[in-house]
């Protein structure tokens, strides 16, 4: 049977809780988001001793599900003073799972400011040790100490000096299969939860750890085939298609034709230097360069899908890994920036200082817009993610995301929902994708119902972009995302699969069946993710949210867009569709 | 018949328009906050195009009513988010009320950034002149400037470089009758929304202007001697009396004594240093040092209370004007800092940059929490303020007042309502004045209703500071305020006048009357503060404010302050019951 850890910061105590009734069928962003809702007061201080951070495997995350190494990190954000749900890849979700714990929950602040802690847990148990020497350190640096400590099989959830800092655009990083620190739940500033609790990592070793349970080994192992099968089939996510060959930057070429990529600082819709931070230059210059430099690189064991990358320097050594469509567009095209070495090289600095590589980029795009560099400067954009490293005063600030930085600069056009970073689709050309960044319960975030499926790559079926009238197709895709998506313990990326191919999405519901033991169909799974979103929705009316707060920046409704020349012209009416307001 | 200036920054025109007839009866606070009501969206953007900053005059400013020049600045401020009205003594008022102008209304952004405007203001008009050689400077510099080129007898409304470069702890700056630049219309950011606008300030000569029409002189000059003969009687207000001699600072003692005067960032309801900093000691080193150094000064012409002074060096030479309450404390104690030749110095610097005194410090003290200074040491504190001059990231993110930079630092203790900073009343320990924070529509605000009267200073009856029943206390206070004091153009502190002494309330009515022509009764005026307060309840609703935002910070529910080791214990429901959500 599943526990749950429970872990208190001012005490430093943990223990282990049977998993109560109404947690039994949950996972992922479900439970996190439900343990927030329960435990969590809604107006409570994000860094203060009455929030908790909450990590929750999926619910076959631990299985052999193909894709479904999600570690999900709940509680309440710093950026947005709502709930959080972020969700990562990487090596410590299955060994969570595998560990027997469906959750760990981390409460209470330390009693001295300034100390850090790890909490280690394997199989026999949970404790904490200092963590002074590994804290005040480059992820780089620290990443390779603990696995010297602990060994090179656990995982790692960690938070970098940003985290530790409190900076609210600090992720929380997680080890890929070669143990970088490069996989990140990077939205909502989790990271700084952690580093206002004293938690400088999590270290799970799950040897001999019991597994995770199967209720019905036929039925999971029928929908694990039809999901595979589905996956394999797929133009996007089969070996040797297009994420796999290009990554999630195949969609630089793409969303930029469309004119809906964002360019400096969200004031334009295509950008001149797109082809040069592409999929398809990503895809040649590691063919080119070669070294350890490839695509099709997975963040996790037991993906099929394999979107990642580890980008090679001219000589053929790795820069980084990896060069995803969020991050060279947010550091690169948002910044103005076309070259793929800059870019390469700010994605290290995230991942070594531990911030949302999202949150970063458009940061630096709203500094760049204040006159602290100018549009296209990768070098000064590379010294203004050294100042947060050092956390100097412009580092805090920066630091602190966007909406902060735009706050203290005095910026009028901060592309920012709920006080988050929109992610690389600019709402006013892309109609359903602006409403979901307006009405998800995360803030401006792309993951919470990706539209661009079938207003963009045809997925899902074809809508026009430029359509206004989308809340039906938001609110589903919401409800989708919650559950079948983030809860199951699968990456988002299965969904084009899923939305296609009716086998695939049978098979999702039957891998869930199989482990709980459930008689679920496709429609218990979208009522789920209703009542998920509908809590978090609770949460964050409870926390001073109205739809005034579900709506895009004031600058989007007046500021036209090139090329398309277009506003985002959705009726505040059809925003509150959405979610029946 | 007066009129409204209508001045828009975009093609720089400025033009007269008849006031409309909803508009013919109010006044102050009224008139602004109905103008910002009426023509500014409550989401825009503080700093963007669709905001719009109105200069508005009392009912009766301009004519002899005593202690009547206040001046009201209104729009959306950039620092809570909400409507925003603010007041100052000072020149400004009359002159304004003499031209025949019952409130500028500026609107637009300039097309060319960091460029910077006059408005000249005389009986034949009004225009624009370039100020950019006004503009990157302190004041104790500009003002000088423009009295020699406008004249020694022009009001002027002017914002310094915090609000040129946007800071929203930038206030509004009125010259004092020696020409100083110190008295403040601070609260809120107005300065930034000036600066975003690119109005440097606003040059008023009255010179041959049509002066104030009074619809009943009789009437009015009933009023006007009764009022005098309150103001004349009561021991708070009247020459010699404890304003007079001691100033506002002296409630140091008194609020020291009742272990509500906030120290050091709100840890403590008691400093140690407070005698140093009182009115007492004002007001006797003002007496040894003699020279220009004075008690009993006014900020405004036809005052009678008089509470204003002329802090002296050692030498008898000027340091400051003035040292008040306010100031003393939040620069003083809350910074642990008991030195008035320090407080001086912070107060002179607040004056020169631009920037309100309570935010600054506030602020000052959430950094000092933070680890930029420690608490009592004065040097560091004038650095800081020198950061905000000077620019730098530092000085933006202080700039920004107590909660931009409590969010950059992490920083949890944060004494903020809707992004303001509290003023110097722990209401921890005395109930009434946190539920005026809490619910004000202008963030933390003791002018929204000065409930220490009765619970401190047995003035307007007396009631128990500890009780915590006091939504009808707060309720009468808001709407008391919003009419009788901020819309006739009365100094809030006739009300310790108005409160004791029936026939002092009657003469503000009468006087009221008298201008307007109308025959209200004091009911018909706390009908018309009713008013005023659901208007801007109203917008702050649709700008996204809930109940939630009508709370005190979570701290103070969990933190016990000493000396009487209290906790925030007015319930919610307390809370809501004030405006009757």
């Not at 193909?66 to 003073?81: A, E, F, H, M, V």
Request: proline letters at 5%; aromatic letters at 6%.
């Amino acid at each position: 049977m599943s526990k749950i850890l429970r872990v208190n910061m001012t005490d430093r105590t943990a223990k282990s809780e049977d998993v109560p009734e109404k947690y039994q069928l949950l996972g992922g962003r479900g439970l996190t988001s439900a343990i927030t809702c329960d435990e969590v007061p809604p107006t409570c201080h994000p860094l203060g001793p009455n929030n908790k951070v909450t990590f929750s495997t999926g619910i076959v995350t631990g299985t052999t599900a193909p894709t479904s190494g999600r570690i999900s990190i709940g509680g309440k954000s710093p950026l947005t003073g709502g709930i959080k749900e972020t969700n990562s890849g990487g090596m410590a979700g299955q060994k969570l799972a595998r560990l027997g714990i469906k959750a760990i929950i981390v409460e209470g602040l330390p009693k001295e400011k300034g100390k850090f802690w790890l909490l280690k847990v394997n199989k026999d148990g949970a404790q904490l040790l200092p963590a002074d020497e590994f804290a005040g350190k480059g992820l780089y640096e620290t990443y390779p100490k603990l696995f010297a400590k602990f060994g090179k099989n656990v995982g790692i959830i960690g938070t970098g000096v940003a985290g530790e800092r409190l900076m609210s655009m600090a992720g929380v990083c997680v080890n890929d299969p070669e143990n970088r620190p490069s996989r990140y739940a990077g939205r909502g500033g989790m990271g700084a939860v952690m580093g206002s609790k004293g938690l400088k990592a999590v270290i799970l070793d799950d040897t001999g750890g019991p597994g995770v349970p199967i209720a019905n080994q036929e039925v999971f192992d029928a929908g694990r085939k039809k999901l595979v099968a589905a996956l394999q089939e797929h133009a996007l996510t089969k070996p040797g298609g297009t994420l796999n060959t290009y990554g999630t930057a195949a969609l630089v070429n793409v969303i930029n034709e469309a004119g809906a990529f964002p360019t400096r600082n969200f004031s334009d819709g295509r950008f001149e230097g797109a082809n040069k931070i592409s999929g398809e230059t990503i895809n040649e210059t590691c063919k080119k360069r070669g070294g350890v430099g490839m695509t099709g690189h997975s963040c996790s064991p037991g993906c099929i899908i394999k979107c990642s990358n580890v980008y090679p320097k001219p000589d053929g050594t790795e820069l980084v890994s990896c060069q995803e469509y969020e991050s060279v567009w947010s550091l690169g095209a948002n910044c103005g920036i076309d070259s793929l070495e800059v870019t390469g090289e700010l994605i290290r600095l995230c991942n070594n200082y531990g911030v949302d590589t999202i949150e970063a980029g458009v940061t630096i795009g709203v500094a760049m817009e204040a006159g602290l560099a100018k549009f296209g400067d990768g070098k000064k954009a590379i010294e203004l993610m050294h100042e947060i490293g050092k956390g100097t005063p412009l580092g805090h600030i920066l630091g602190n995301g966007a909406a902060i930085t735009a706050g203290t600069f005095g910026v009028v056009r901060c592309p920012t929902v709920k006080g988050q970073g929109m992610p690389a689709y600019e709402p006013r050309a892309i109609k359903g994708i602006g409403i979901i960044y307006a009405t998800s319960t995360m803030g401006a975030d792309h993951t919470s119902g990706y539209t661009i499926a079938p207003e963009i790559l045809d997925v899902g079926g074809k809508v026009d972009k430029f359509i206004v009238e989308k809340a039906d197709l938001a609110r589903n895709f919401q409800y989708t995302t919650a559950y079948i998506f983030d809860s199951s313990g699968h990456c988002l990326f299965i969904s084009f699969a899923v939305l296609d191919i009716s086998s695939g999405l049978e098979g999702v519901v039957e891998e869930c069946n199989g482990v709980l033991g459930t008689n679920w169909t496709v429609d218990d799974m979208l009522r789920m993710g209703k009542e998920i979103v509908d809590r978090e929705r609770a949460f964050n009316e409870a926390a001073g949210f109205t739809k005034i707060h579900d709506r895009l920046p004031e600058f989007m409704k007046y500021e036209k867009l090139p090329p398309h020349n277009v506003v985002f012209d959705v009726p505040d009416t059809e925003l509150d569709k959405v979610h029946g307001r």
